[in-house]
């Protein structure tokens, strides 16, 4: 599944430097890919061999089940156990899942490890798809696989972080994109489908080499770049930003490229939002994922604010999580497959949150959109299961925020609004001696996030009287005269709760 000249001899470039980067043969990556799709080795056919309940104890985990189903000696069944299970197999199985490319030269690759009479992956090969294409991934294998800490370049193969942000990324067609700190190439590979061009630049000469194997195995072209933040593409402007950078927050220590960035506390990500959106064309967007700061008796939000204020963007920042300081510094430790030994490290690290007065550490994500305007600045924090930002939900809000940014309250009164379709309105009653008391009425667009709106009973049958028919000016009209309201007074009143409506795709303008 390539498109491109298999002739081509070498997929690294001489700035990357060093002779040991893996995959560095287009013909022997060429070949392998091959060798896989042969087999199967790709996201439809691997559950349904292993079977549904094998499948899904694999994700969570679990490989008993998974190696129950893989003994039949078969070429996919050794593919499986070689990149989905870390298992050793014997050199006659290697032989017959790589009758193509030939054991030796996927050796040489990096692909695949000798020990004694035993053949090991020596990288993660990973099919992954979506909606509409299959994939396969190539990065190092995680800690959970290969016992120990990971090496230094460590290339991060998928995992969640990376799939959210997937998820999160708006796809729209876009001229140029730009994939920043690419890894294994994860975003670039998505991006592909709606990009004219794709720029994916790492300061890992490791990583640009996976990625380059994973655009061949995927038929696609990036423009591979290595260097540090913006500087590779310096004096380049793009469509559409992307990146899942080293966002992790210590001292500085540079201990695993993947997740440590070189920089002190959270300045990789100001660093990020203060210079993205000199990269965007007017009206391009930017997403991220980071991890900021939270230091003790201040607000989260102050802080980014400070960054964003003179970014030139429009922004939606959402935090999901809050980190305890100890709890993070345990979780990346055994990220990194270091959980145990390291009391020093976890001490040190614990000792500059302390004495940074670093209560906590905010994950989420961050949304640009290049504007010449005023910039719309909106901090969010949204922890709720099901209200995981998307990138149809991130359109749709810097596209409402954009409407509601270029209107007067005069021109939202003189609008004609419609409610979703999708809400539903909650209501919670106490009783009393006449019945019921409402106490609290909520209207939540489910899937949406934050997509909930705290209404009285004036503003409930306000809302429902929005069906797209008349003005809103008109709606407030007859509510005032019905309930003896003053109606400038009714206006004032509810004209943020529409704002708010309307930001959360509650309501929505009917254009006319």
Not at 13 to 28: C, D, F, I, N, Q
Not at 329 to 345: H, P, T, Y
Not at 452 to 463: I, K, N, S, V
Request: net charge negative; with cysteine; charged share 20%.
């Amino acid at each position: 599944m390539t498109n491109q000249n298999s002739e081509t001899t070498d997929l690294h470039r001489p700035e990357w430097g060093g002779t040991e980067l893996p995959m560095g043969s287009a013909r022997v990556v060429d070949l392998i890919g091959e060798d896989l799709r042969s087999h199967g080795f790709d996201a439809e056919t691997v559950p349904e061999f292993l079977g549904e309940s094998a499948h899904q104890a694999l994700g969570r985990g679990d490989r008993i089940p998974a190696l129950r189903a893989t003994g039949d000696g078969s070429p996919l069944s050794t593919l499986i156990r070689l990149y989905l299970l870390g298992q050793p197999v014997s050199a006659t199985a290697a032989a017959a899942a790589f009758p193509t490319a030939g054991v030796d030269a996927v050796v040489a690759m990096g692909a695949l490890e000798r020990g004694g009479d035993e053949i090991r992956a020596g990288l993660d090969i990973r099919p992954h798809a979506d909606e509409d294409h299959s994939y396969l991934v190539v990065s190092d294998l995680d800690s959970d696989v290969r016992p120990g800490p990971v090496r230094h370049d460590h290339v991060l193969g998928i995992g969640a972080a990376s799939i959210n942000l997937v998820r999160a990324t708006i796809r729209e067609a876009a001229d140029r994109v730009l994939d920043l700190g690419t890894g294994c190439g994860i975003q670039a590979l998505h991006a592909y489908a709606h990009a004219g061009s794709v720029t994916a630049t790492d300061t890992n000469p490791r990583a640009l080499a996976l990625a380059a194997a994973t655009a061949r195995l995927n038929g696609q072209h990036w423009d591979l770049r290595l260097g540090s933040l913006f500087d590779p593409v310096a004096g380049e402007t793009f469509d559409q930003i992307i990146s899942n950078p080293p966002f992790v927050i210590s001292a500085g220590e540079q201990r695993f490229s993947y997740r440590d960035s070189g920089i002190a506390g959270d300045g990789l990500v100001e660093q990020i939002v203060r210079q993205a959106g000199s990269h965007l064309v007017e009206g391009g967007t930017a997403q991220f994922l980071a991890n900021w700061l939270i230091h003790e008796d201040t607000d989260w939000r102050q802080r980014l604010v400070g960054w964003l204020a003179d970014a030139g963007c429009d922004a939606w920042v959402v935090q999901r999580e809050v980190a305890d300081p100890a709890e993070y510094v345990a979780l990346w430790l055994r990220d990194a497959g270091e959980q145990s030994g390291n009391d020093a490290v976890a001490g040190d690290w614990l000792e500059y949150f302390s004495r940074n007065k670093v209560s906590g550490i905010g994950m989420g994500s961050i949304t640009l959109r290049r504007t010449a305007g005023r910039p719309d600045l909106v901090l969010d924090e949204i922890k709720g299961a099901g209200e995981e930002v998307t990138g149809e939900e991130a359109a749709a809000f810097l596209a409402r925020r954009a409407w509601l940014s270029a209107r007067s309250d005069e021109q939202l009164l003189a609008s004609t609004l419609s409610l979703s379709s999708a809400v539903i309105l909650e209501q919670r009653s106490l009783p009393d001696r006449e019945g019921w008391t409402t106490v609290l009425r909520m209207i939540r667009r489910p899937g949406g996030p934050g997509a909930t709106l705290q209404l009285d009973e004036w503003g409930q049958a306000l809302l429902s009287g929005c069906r797209g028919q008349v003005p809103l000016s008109l709606l407030i009209e007859l509510l005032a005269a019905a309930n003896g309201f003053d109606e400038q007074a009714l206006t004032d009143a509810v004209l943020p709760s529409v704002r708010q409506a309307i930001t959360r795709g509650i309501l929505h303008p009917v254009q006319g």
